[in-house]
């Protein structure tokens, strides 16, 4: 099962959850001439020059930045960045509160881009306490916003694998366990840019954490709402060309219970979710983008409906035959397992219906229209009408005649 994130909605490969948060509350940023401002516009000046060394690998310029107490984990952070290949690291401070005579904490948005795979930058909130001493200001401290992920590198020490068509990047795993990642997302790429021809990178990187806890401090969640999901992918669902890049974060728990047809196929899926992300905005339903997924994911496996949708498959020959498309939060993680599978699997044969009776060409033109309505209120209906022909109520019939005859 795989699943998505966004800025509303994660995915169990990569479906869904808003991992990246927009902070408001500005202080001290704007023009002016007051103390606030000039501690603003100081602290913006020492956080660009401890980027710029952190870039550099300049560890005394980037040690000057920070008080010596500080200093040791500081220089942890350093080491272990040194092994992830990054080309751009910025700090946007967007609020300053004085806590006390000398020490403020500040909020800032991090954006970091990786060389060679991020066209716009990975971003998250942080909070950051700093102190004054003659006339200048020293880091003291450095977090995620609370609800924020943490990075990688705060985990442990990063190991790197670089695929054909992948990074990945890994803390507490075998260097064998890495390359086996690498080797199935670059045999993902192909297969997904076959089923979506539109541009997009056309590589993914992937995100393995040391344990179950260690996937939900990189999505601002608690591990257990991820059991037994193997991987989740992160980012934005507002469309366009300009969002953030997408980072596949992998459970190393129930990634590693499967065999090479279950691990594959969860890349392939969250890569899904990768080479659909300029597509896929708030207007889209789940169903739609977690079922277009599992339909590339499971192409030319060879799987009957029967052998890939058993829970849903369970609940036809049992008489329940659901009464309508699956629902946003009937995909909700931590909650009833068999649900959620059915919730997954209904999504994939409607996918399937509309690429067996309007062809796949239709159901990228369907998915990229839903995606395109200005808001999620009747993206769905109007795009069954212009793309399909269709409305709702025949596609639901159609859908639900579906799962009786392919699975009953």
Known sequence: MAGQGSGAR???TACLLALLLALTGLVGCGAGTGPADTTSREIQTLLDRHARALLDRDQPGYLAAVDPAYAPTALTVFRRLATVPIDGWTYRLTGVDRTGGDRVTARADLGYRLRGHDRRPATGARVLDLTERDGRWYVTG????????????EQGDVATVAGARSLVLGVGQT???L????????RAVPVVSAAWPAAWAREVVVLVPGSLRGMGELLGAPGSSYRGIAAVTTGETRGGADAPADRVIVNPEAYGVLGS????????????????????????PVWLSEGFAD????RDSGRTPAQAAPELRRAVLAGELPARLPEDSDFAFGGDAEALARAYEGGWLACELIADRWGEAKLTEFYRAVGAHPS??????????????????EFTAAWRTSLRERLG
């Open 142 to 153: 450095d977090r995620p916003a609370e609800g924020a992920p943490r990075h990688l590198w």
């Open 179 to 186: 390359r086996e990642i690498a080797a199935a997302a670059d």
């Open 10 to 12: 994660r995915s169990a």
């Open 175 to 177: 260097p064998e366990r």
């Open 261 to 284: 047809f279950g691990r594959q196929l969860v890349l392939t899926h969250e890569t899904v979710h990768v080479a659909t992300r300029a597509a896929t905005t708030p207007s889209t």
């Open 295 to 298: 339909l590339v994911a499971y």
């Open 376 to 393: 999620r209120e009747g993206a769905v209906e109007k795009a069954l009408q212009e793309v399909l022909g269709t409305t709702p109520e």
